[in-house]
């Protein structure tokens, strides 16, 4: 408010080295603040000014401006915009070339916050050349530096399947794939990121994260006590697991879906989102797969999810995941019921407080399980509650068992199921009603009445 911007703006070309720098860092500040000091220090003219000496200046000078770009254009793609057109890539990209470290540091996380905005943005630090630069920096010695960089190519590589095709071609994923191991757990989030926004575009980019043998090193990140490690390490096996039945089985085959049921059940909230949604993916491929996760006792800690989580999304993707492994065949159907998934999915569906989002995704995953489900007794005690929408699907599935299960039909009467069948007011000539009509007929009608 005191015009302090246009005072300091003078001060860039200050004979004083020092004085250039602390003004540097003085902008850098104030832009960092909020969205409109850094549209105010856009306003003033002063990003031209700042970078126009930048390759003759020391690199302290260097670090200071590097920090007012990123300051400026972490705010919004219109302001990342503004440091393009300044001309301030070509200058970004000579500093990742600087012998000095923190110099490379502070050009890379300011290209990495103008790529992260879109893909034009991205693309345009891709054109400027700093793709292999970056790539030179993740196998420097300063671990500062490599996670920048890491993460400078994850959100270059977010956007689309070219962007990270451009960060494969400058042979990206050998060094990141090199430093899963690493120690360092800010290093790992940043490495396992970046291959998961590369993974997650195509088969064939997907392919090639798994041919730089992240298996089975990357499982170890499951257990790792940092929990965005653990997140991220899951994203990315999830990512790899979407795509085909072939990269599921791998995932399988290396112990992987073991890991990620494990890493559900040691963790909670968001960190158990990726892992419960790879579970999913993997079953959804196959009759094999969904029973390889069953096998690993994937559906207990499934059903946990659904009872402690507070967050409707999570549940959801829970609801989901299971809905995947029961809906391929009357086995896979008998192993969810069996483990009392049913009344749990019955339950939310109808409570007024779950979103529309979890009743539509609990209410989709409840009717692929009990299409399969010929499991009568698992059946049974959702006769009492369910509502309509859900009641012909249980019915269906009585009137498809009935006809030809002795014992299932007197067990049907005894627990009080016939009864609540004649209850059940259906419309004339609905499905609803032919399938009542179908368990009717199985029995003598003086039982009926």
């Not at 990003?47 to 254009?73: G, H």
């Not at 006792?297 to 989580?309: A, D, Q």
């Not at 998934?341 to 995953?365: C, H």
């Not at 009641?391 to 002795?406: R, W, Y």
Request: hydrophobic share 45%; net charge neutral; glycine share 6%.
């Amino acid at each position: 408010n005191s015009g302090v911007v246009c005072l300091l703006r003078p001060l860039l070309l200050d004979v004083v080295p020092s004085v250039r720098q602390t003004t540097a860092l003085a902008l850098g500040r104030l832009a960092d603040y909020d969205v409109e000091m850094a549209e105010a220090v856009v306003k003033a003219g002063i990003l031209p000014q700042l970078i126009c000496s930048l390759p003759e200046e020391n690199r302290y000078y260097k670090k200071a401006a590097a920090f007012v770009l990123r300051a400026v254009a972490k705010h919004s793609p219109q302001l990342a915009q503004a440091v393009v057109q300044s001309g301030a890539l070509e200058m970004l990209v000579i500093c990742l070339e600087d012998f000095d470290p923190g110099v490379k540091e502070g050009a890379s996380w300011g290209l990495g916050y103008i790529a992260r905005h879109n893909p034009e943005l991205s693309q345009a630090v891709v054109d400027a050349g700093a793709v292999p630069l970056l790539v030179l920096c993740i196998q420097e010695p300063e671990i500062a530096l490599k996670r920048i960089a890491a993460s400078t190519l994850s959100d270059i590589s977010k956007h689309s399947p070219e962007l990270a095709q451009t960060v494969v071609d400058a042979g990206a994923i050998a060094h990141l794939a090199q430093m899963i191991p690493n120690p360092d757990a800010k290093l790992k989030r940043q490495v396992l990121s970046a291959l998961s926004q590369i993974a997650k575009h195509s088969v064939d980019l997907a392919e090639l994260v798994v041919e730089a043998e992240i298996f089975p090193v990357v499982l170890t990140c499951l257990k790792d006590s940092d929990e965005y490690v653990k997140k991220n390490g899951a994203t990315l096996i999830r990512e790899i697991a979407k795509h085909t039945p072939e990269l599921s089985q791998l995932i399988v085959n290396s112990g992987g879906v073991a890991a990620v049921i494990d890493c559900i059940g040691s963790c909670r909230g968001t960190v158990r989102l990726p892992g419960i949604m790879t579970l999913g993916y993997v079953a959804a491929h196959s009759e094999n797969l969904s029973m390889a996760v069953i096998v690993s006792k994937g559906i207990p800690p499934l059903c946990l999810c659904l009872v402690e989580e507070h967050e409707d999304h999570i549940k959801a993707a829970a609801a989901w995941a299971l809905g995947q492994i029961g809906r391929h065949t009357t086995e896979h159907a008998r192993h969810v019921a069996v483990a009392n998934v049913l009344p749990t999915l019955l339950d939310i569906f109808v409570d007024p407080r779950s979103s529309e989002d979890l009743k539509t995704k609990t209410k989709k995953a409840l009717k692929n399980i009990l299409q399969k489900c010929t499991y009568l007794p698992a059946l049974e005690p959702l006769l009492h509650e369910a509502p309509p929408s859900i009641m012909k699907h249980i019915i269906g599935q009585f009137s498809k068992v009935l006809p030809h299960d002795n014992k299932a039909r007197r067990l049907f009467v005894t627990t009080g199921g016939l009864k609540k069948v004649q209850e059940i007011k259906a419309e004339p000539g609905s499905l609803l009603q032919e399938y009542i009509n179908t368990i009717n007929n199985c029995y003598p009608e003086e039982i009926v009445r």
